[in-house]
């Protein structure tokens, strides 16, 4: 499972970017809101963790340093 949080600051709307992601990376999303605090985060399923920080750079212009990889299966 990979999560995304903190999009809204980059004027993006959950539920448009969960549709964009489930074509791109042919996967189920979910849309949900952020446990105790305002907002929401993207759920998809799989490990598209460097994938999905490539598109967001890429096809959304995010700068790279607003990018926060946490990979919680390596150990």
Not at 59 to 68: A, L, S, V
Request: a positive charge; one cysteine or more.
């Amino acid at each position: 499972m990979t999560r995304v949080s903190g999009f809204e600051s980059f004027l993006m709307d959950a539920e448009a970017l969960a549709s964009k992601l489930q074509k791109k990376f042919a996967c189920s999303t979910l849309v949900a809101e952020l446990p105790g605090k305002k907002g929401h985060e993207v759920l998809i399923q799989g490990g598209v963790i460097e994938d999905l920080a490539k598109h967001l750079v890429d096809q959304y212009g995010i700068p790279k340093r607003y990018i926060e990889v946490l990979d919680k299966t390596k150990k």
